[in-house]
């Protein structure tokens, strides 16, 4: 069981940066995959970028490839986004994902456990 706690959401201007964590419950954090969603008013929940249980394999929506980076600390317990160059478009609920499974992918059927989320919103 991994329960999952989203923070580092917040209002920011087109251009700015965010920082998003997601602190994971459990002894066995390293043992899984990780991933953010997000899912805007009316629209269907995407992939943003996932990760493997090492962090050595990293997948990006084209959305987010130049802009985001997606990283882990299995120390901590904890995975990062880091969003950059932000636009309105990217103004969503941002959710943190694990998956039962070292291997990443981007599907959201494929995780098991899911955080909150955190609001995003960018302005232009």
């Known amino acids: 069981q991994v329960q999952l706690v989203e923070s580092g959401g917040g209002l920011v201007q087109a251009g700015g940066s965010l920082r998003l964590s997601c602190a994971a419950s459990g002894r066995t954090f390293s043992m899984y995959a990780m991933a953010w969603f997000r899912q805007a008013p009316g629209k269907e929940r995407e992939s943003v970028a996932s990760?493997?249980?090492?962090?050595?394999?990293?997948y990006y929506a084209d959305s987010a490839k130049g802009r985001f980076t997606i990283s882990r600390d299995n120390v901590k317990n904890m995975v990062y986004l880091q969003m950059n160059s932000l636009k309105p478009e990217d103004t969503a609920v941002y959710y943190c994902a694990a998956r039962s499974s070292r291997f990443a992918t981007m599907s959201p059927a494929n995780y098991d456990y899911w955080g909150q989320g955190t609001q995003v919103t960018v302005s232009s």
């Open positions: 990760i493997d249980w090492v962090g050595g394999i990293k």
